[in-house]
């Protein structure tokens, strides 16, 4: 039997205890609709995409994760934000819901239950969360200015990042819509990265 010298143990044992541990990147989960889904667009265009990019020129230790569905409301995300938490274990929560509901004309109750289930479902697992608000068009009269605060309640009830308008600065320019008049086009991406950037950028490491 061939010996190994005690001192080649050492050395080898030195190193397992040496060899650094690897660090794995903290998760952001995007959890939205067709807005953030990037219906239309490629989606390496979509503004999530944008933010991951973002990220890593600005050497910042996250990855983006994106759930966001075409047609979600805040009871599918409601129903889905379990699972996805317990799949990715994300630090940082985006909740970007809302807009198929309002369209809809879906109670503002319903709406703000519903985002509230889905912030402490976040909050339980101690990640942080940003609430994207959402707008309505004008002619929805007073429904639309109730829906619109819903988000900022919330917000505010459970202490998180809060966004004020997604589509800032972008409903305002026809050229930035595709032709159903309601996604934005691979242009008006960067805009609403720069929207959530300023819920989102406090809370990063």
Excluded at 93 to 104: P, T
Excluded at 145 to 158: C, Y
Aim: proline share 5%; aromatic share 6%.
């Amino acid at each position: 039997m061939r010996c190994i010298p005690f001192i080649y143990w050492l050395s080898v044992a030195a190193c397992v205890v040496l060899a650094p541990a690897v660090h794995a990147a903290s998760t952001i989960l995007v959890l939205g609709d067709s807005l953030s889904a990037g219906y239309g667009i490629r989606k390496d265009a979509a503004w999530p995409s944008l933010l991951g990019k973002r990220l890593q020129e600005k050497r910042l230790d996250y990855n983006v994760v994106n759930v966001s569905i075409s047609g979600e409301t805040t009871s599918g995300g409601r129903s889905r934000i379990d699972p996805a938490l317990r799949k990715h274990n994300p630090q940082i929560v985006i909740v970007a819901l809302g807009s198929n509901d309002g369209l809809r004309g879906l109670p503002v109750e319903t709406i703000r239950d519903n985002l509230l289930a889905m912030t402490d479902t976040a909050l339980r697992i101690k990640a942080k969360v940003v609430i994207v608000g959402q707008r309505l068009p004008p002619n929805y009269g007073a429904y639309a200015e109730q829906f619109h605060a819903v988000f900022g309640d919330v917000a505010r009830l459970r202490k998180t990042a809060h966004v004020d308008f997604l589509l800032d600065g972008v409903v305002t320019d026809r050229r930035l819509f595709q032709a159903d008049n309601l996604h934005p086009t691979a242009e008006a991406q960067p805009l609403l990265l720069e929207n959530v950037w300023q819920g989102l950028a406090p809370l990063l490491q």
